[in-house]
Structure formats: structure tokens, C-alpha cells
């Protein structure tokens, strides 16, 4: 098992995989994105043409999800039965159906297994990872628990800065459709006890990956 574990949620756009990745990548430590993985099962799901609605039929792809994925924040990468997925993943028809296999409790059982399962087996000193719940299910107990939040507009704004003008309105009402269904399941937006908030909206790239550093050194040997 990793000696410490940092973890950080938060909704949508808030800056949790850059900001993880980049914490992680100034440490030395590993990276583990969870959200990439309820994208690839939902991408393997849809490769497959199974109905994303069907909780029984994604259930059994479970089974046979053959997924790796980088925990060196330098050489990070997503495969699924060898196949390297790690764009395919953000395509927008992988982000609206995203959510309907995150709403499945056995998936959620099975995937928090392997993502216990990567943290046990990681050689580094420390691994930060990031999702909507690692503060509260996955790793209650790490010794840094972070929520990572950002206003509803400074959120839309980052995605939208990273797309074109024409499809940064679809974008943000997906994300925004996102976000409330994804609330119904995990609760990401108020943090829990003893999880420290940090808000980023004011706060550009930079300044929040060392605000990350200040919470992460204040709280390990
Ligand atoms: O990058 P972004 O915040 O848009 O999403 P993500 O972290 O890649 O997560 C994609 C989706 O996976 C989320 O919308 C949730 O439905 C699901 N997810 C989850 O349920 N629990 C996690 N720990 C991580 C992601
Ligand atoms: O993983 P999550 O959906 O929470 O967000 P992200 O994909 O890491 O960040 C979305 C965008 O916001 C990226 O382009 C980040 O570089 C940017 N960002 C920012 O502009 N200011 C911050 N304080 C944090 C992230």
C-alpha cells in the first residue's frame, strides 16, 4: 500500500485531474484518475453496443472489462483489452452516458475494488487520487482528504476555454446534466467531515496546484 494516500473530489471542471496529476507529478508520487474508468467501462459498453440504461446487461461487462491504466502522472494512459483509449474516453458521446453506468451499484462495488486494489499495489511513496467519492467510500481514510471546488461559471468557463464557441453551450449543459446526476448518487458538492474545501474559482492553474501542495505538506511527515 501506498505510505499516503491523498484524496480529492469534486464536481465537473473543478480542476481535480490536472491539478491531481500535476500535485502528483512535482511529488513523485502516482496518479489515479477513477473517472477514467467509469469512462471506459461506458466506453466499452458502447463499443460493444450494450444499452447503457440496461443495468443488468453492464453489470455482465463488468465481467470481462479488461482495463489498465497509467499511474505515472509523466506516462499516464488508459487500455481496455489492449486497446489505448485515452482520448476516446472524453468523446462527449462517452460523457452523456457516463453517468448511467456510475449509477449502478455493483459497478460501483467492482470498480472501487480495483481502484483499492491499484493503491495497494503502487511502489511510490504517496498516490493522489481523484473522483467524486475517494474522500468518503474509496479512501475514508487517507490522511488527505480535499474537496476541490470551483463556482458553476468558472467551471463552464475551463471546459468551454478548452472547445470551440460552438459546441462550449452543448458542453455546458451536458456537464451541468452531468453534475446533477451524478449528485444523486455521491454527494461531491458539500465536503464531509474532516475533508478540507478548497475553492479554486479564484484561483488560476498555478495557485491551486500549490494550494494543494500547502494542504498536502501541512498533513504528512
Ligand atoms: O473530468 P470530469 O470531472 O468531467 O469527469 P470524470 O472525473 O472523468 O468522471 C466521469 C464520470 O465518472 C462522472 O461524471 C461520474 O459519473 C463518474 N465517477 C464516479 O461516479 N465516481 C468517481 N469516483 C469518479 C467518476
Ligand atoms: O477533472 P476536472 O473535471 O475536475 O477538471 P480538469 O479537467 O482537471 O480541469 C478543467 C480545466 O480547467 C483544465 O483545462 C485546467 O487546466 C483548468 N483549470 C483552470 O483553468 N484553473 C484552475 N484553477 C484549475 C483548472
Given at each position: ?60 461487462r463488468l465481467a470481462d472489462f479488461d482495463y489498465s491504466i497509467g499511474m505515472d502522472p509523466q506516462h499516464y494512459f488508459v487500455r ?142
Amino acid at each position: 500500500m501506498s505510505d499516503i494516500i491523498v484524496a480529492v473530489d469534486g464536481p465537473a471542471g473543478s480542476g481535480k485531474s490536472s491539478v491531481s496529476k500535476e500535485a502528483a507529478l512535482r511529488l513523485g508520487w502516482a496518479y489515479l484518475d477513477t473517472g477514467a474508468a467509469y469512462r471506459a467501462l461506458a466506453w466499452h459498453c458502447l463499443d460493444e453496443g450494450v444499452d447503457t440504461e440496461d443495468a443488468d446487461a453492464v453489470v455482465a461487462r463488468l465481467a470481462d472489462f479488461d482495463y489498465s491504466i497509467g499511474m505515472d502522472p509523466q506516462h499516464y494512459f488508459v487500455r481496455v483489452g489492449g486497446e489505448e483509449i485515452t482520448r476516446d474516453i472524453r468523446e462527449p458521446r462517452v460523457s452523456a452516458v457516463v453517468s448511467h453506468i456510475a449509477r449502478v451499484p455493483e459497478v460501483r462495488v467492482g470498480l472501487n475494488d480495483l481502484f483499492r486494489r491499484l493503491m495497494a499495489e503502487n511502489p511510490k511513496d504517496g498516490v493522489i487520487v481523484e473522483g467524486r467519492d475517494i474522500t468518503t467510500v474509496v479512501a475514508p481514510d487517507a490522511p488527505v482528504r480535499v474537496l476541490l471546488t470551483a463556482s458553476a461559471e468558472a467551471r463552464m468557463a475551463r471546459r468551454s476555454a478548452e472547445l470551440s464557441a460552438v459546441s462550449a453551450e452543448a458542453t455546458a449543459q451536458q456537464l451541468a446534466s452531468r453534475d446533477a446526476q451524478d449528485s444523486r448518487v455521491v454527494d461531491f458538492m458539500n465536503a464531509a467531515e474532516g475533508v478540507t474545501t478548497l475553492d479554486s474559482t479564484d484561483l488560476d492553474f498555478e495557485q491551486t496546484v500549490l494550494a494543494l501542495l500547502d494542504i498536502v505538506h501541512a498533513r504528512t511527515p
